[in-house]
Each structure stands twice: as C-alpha cells, then as structure tokens.
C-alpha cells in the first residue's frame, strides 16, 4: 500500500520524522511505501531544512515551493499541486498532520479524489473559529476516514460532532519525538544553546500565532509581560519571522535580559525546553512538549486544546494579559508543579506505530 504523507510546516517535520522512522522500520512487514511530500509552507532553512537534517528525515519526494500567501492564495495552491501529485501516485490513503493550511489542503485534495484521509492529531477544538488552525482542525477531521487521536478529550469532541465511527486513540506523536530525540538533543545541541543554558536560569519564550502577532494590542500586552519579567530573569526568545516582523512594525526592540534569537531547530528547542526554568508560549506542541520535559507552562492564550496540562496545574492558561502573564510564572516560582505526580496524558510513547497500523488497515480495493 502506498501512502502519502502531506508535511509543510515546522512542526509535521517533527511529526513525521516519527512516522517516517516507524515506516522504514515496519513498514515492509506491513507493505506500506511512504511518499512524502512537501508544499513549502514553510521554506526557509531554520524553518525547513535543519529538521530534515538534525532528524534524519529522507528528503520529501515531492516539494511543490508554495511558499506563504494569504491563507485563500496559499491554501489555493497547495489544493491544485497536491491534486497533480496525487492523481500521479493513486496511493491507497494520504496522511495529513496538526492543523496548518497544508493540512486542510491536504486532506481537501484527497477527499476529492475519493482517496481515504488519515489524520494525525485529530480531534483538537480550541471553539475559536477566528483561529486559521481551528478552522483547518475542523475541515481536517470531517474530510477524514481516520481520525488518529493523542487524548480522550479528542476523542470526545469528534463523537460529539458525529464522526465517532472515524476516531482512533493512539496517544501523541510528538511524545514518540520527545522519547526518540531526547538524548540526541543533549549530544547534538549546538554551541550556542549549551552556552545560552550555561549563563544560569532563564525563561524560554515563542510567541508566533496570527491571533497575538496579528493584534497590535495583544502583541503589546505579551511584550510588556517579556519586559517586566526581563528585569528579573533572563527571557531566551527564538522569533519566527512573522513575529519579527510584527514587532519592528510595533517599533519594538529587546529590552536588556530580552535575549531575541532566530528561529531554532528541534534538538536545541528540546534542549533548552528542558532547561529552562520555565516557558511562555503561544504553540500547541510547546505547551506539550513542556509536560514531557516537566517545565512549567504559562500558555499566552486565551483557550488551549491541551485542556488536561492545564487540569492537572502543568500549564497556565494567561491570555495576553500582561498581568496575568507575570502573576503565572511568579505562582510557578512559588508552587513549582509536582511532575514526578502527574498522569501521563498523551500515551506511552508509541503512537507512530499504532498509526501505521491503523493506516494500513485502510487498504481498499480502488477503481483507478
Ligand atoms: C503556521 C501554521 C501554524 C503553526 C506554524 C508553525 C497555518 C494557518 N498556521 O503558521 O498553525 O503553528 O505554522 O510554525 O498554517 N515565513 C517566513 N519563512 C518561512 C515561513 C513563513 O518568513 O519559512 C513568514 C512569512 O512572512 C509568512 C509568515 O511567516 O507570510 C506566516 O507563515 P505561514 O506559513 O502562513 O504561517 P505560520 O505563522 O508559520
């Protein structure tokens, strides 16, 4: 059987560097063939490249070079590249990951081609439809055969929506990631990470969603927060380039303590994950990845699809509330979360090889 997995940004690189790893292992046993392909959301090297080289991840079979656009222009493109691609190659199911623009593209273009969907990471609602990826989640979950789910919460909300028939819980394959790359992070992080953890504590930040960098005031409001905890500890923030570009538009420029860096690959982010003494994020897979490495989390939105981290007290949910910023991390100085105590949520680790099982009984017999 040949499957087609559609990656385009930062984060399904690592997504699939699991499951690629999976498919080289098992996949023969199983008579599964993996096509990757690439549209090129993201292309810049820090924010392409460097996962394929640090992960090992084989070079995509196909890189359509969309590159950004306005969402309808971008997502446009994709749609008519994939559907070149996939009438191409006929394969047997695609596989989509998270809840970017290649994700809805992707699953789109082979729902109309009456090709099966597996979605990895399903099941995901922040119910804030201004958000391009809750949008993208719920175009995703609905064109799909198989809903491959990392929580029980997931799960729930695809059965409250009527597609329960589609759902499967094969835990989080970003917990496999963390599992699988822990080590190589500590051996292979570069000078200048092990050197930023040496200089002593500091918080790590990322702040790159389109709802705070899209909003002057939200965006305003985060940075204020940097500033006032600036003073005291050390904040280490790798930019993603829409950020950067937001905050020259704001006229904002790092205070000192503010240490603005670009973009990081994953061994270091893993790396400085784990040490920093705690993070402040906007991203759903740092949020995540922050449990996996028992760091505290102050979460600079104003909901969260990973519900449970914040039930359990591993993350703080403070908007983009300058004070409600400082006042999470000062109550995780206080009362640090006891990590030794808390559940796994996400699985044990091997998700990647519960979803080539479950894409490999996809399988069916095909007119074209
Ligand atoms: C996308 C996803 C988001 C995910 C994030 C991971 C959507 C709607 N959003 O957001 O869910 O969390 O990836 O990083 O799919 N840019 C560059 N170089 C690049 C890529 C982007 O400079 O290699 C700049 C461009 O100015 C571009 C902007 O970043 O317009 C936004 O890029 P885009 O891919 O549209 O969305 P992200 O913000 O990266």
């Given at each position: 059987m040949k499957i087609c997995s559609i990656v385009g940004a930062r984060p399904q690189f690592v997504k699939a560097a699991a499951f690629s790893a999976e498919v080289a292992e098992n996949g023969g046993k199983l008579g599964v063939e993996e096509i990757s392909i690439h549209t090129g959301q993201h292309y810049d090297r820090a924010m392409s490249d460097i996962f394929f080289e640090e992960l090992s991840i084989?070079?995509?079979?196909?890189?359509?070079?969309?590159?950004?656009?306005?969402h309808g222009a971008q997502t446009g493109r994709m749609l008519e590249s994939l559907e070149t691609v996939l009438e191409k190659e006929k394969p047997g199911a695609v596989l989509v990951y998270g809840d970017t623009n290649s994700t809805a593209a992707g699953a789109l273009a082979a729902a109309k081609l009456h090709i099966p969907v597996a979605h990895v990471?399903?099941?995901?609602?922040?119910?804030?439809?201004?958000?391009p990826e809750e949008i993208n989640r719920i175009v995703a979950d609905h064109l799909s055969t198989l809903n491959l789910c990392s929580s029980e919460t997931a799960v729930e909300n695809l059965w409250r929506e009527g597609l329960g028939n589609t759902v499967f819980r094969t835990g989080d394959i970003m917990f496999d990631c963390v599992l699988k790359f822990a080590d190589l992070a500590e051996k292979r992080r570069s000078p200048g990470a092990a050197e930023t953890a040496e200089r002593g504590e500091f918080v790590l930040m990322t702040c790159h969603r389109a709802e705070n960098t899209d909003d002057p005031g939200r965006l305003s409001a985060i940075f204020a927060a940097a500033t006032e905890i600036a003073l005291e500890t050390r904040i280490v923030f790798p930019a993603h380039p829409r950020t950067a570009k937001a905050l020259e538009e704001l006229g904002w420029s790092p205070p000192p303590g503010l240490e603005m860096i670009p973009p990081l690959g994953y061994l270091d982010t893993l790396f400085l994950e784990k040490r920093a003494k705690a993070i402040l994020t906007d991203s759903g897979g740092i949020q995540k990845e922050a449990f996996f490495l028992k760091t505290p989390c102050v979460t600079?939105?104003?909901?969260?699809?990973?519900v449970e981290t914040v039930e359990i007290g591993a993350?703080?949910?403070?908007?983009?509330?300058t004070t409600a910023i400082t006042a999470a991390l000062a109550e995780f100085a206080k009362n640090p979360p006891d990590f030794s105590n808390l559940?796994?949520?996400?699985?044990?680790?091997n998700s990647a090889s519960k979803i080539l099982l479950a894409v490999a009984r996809l399988e069916q017999p095909r007119n074209s």
């Open positions: 084989p070079p995509p079979r196909y890189e359509l070079g969309i590159g950004s656009g306005t990471e399903a099941g995901m609602r922040s119910f804030n439809r201004n958000m600079m939105r104003d909901e969260t699809e990973w993350n703080i949910l403070a908007g983009a509330d559940p796994a949520l996400y699985g044990d680790g």
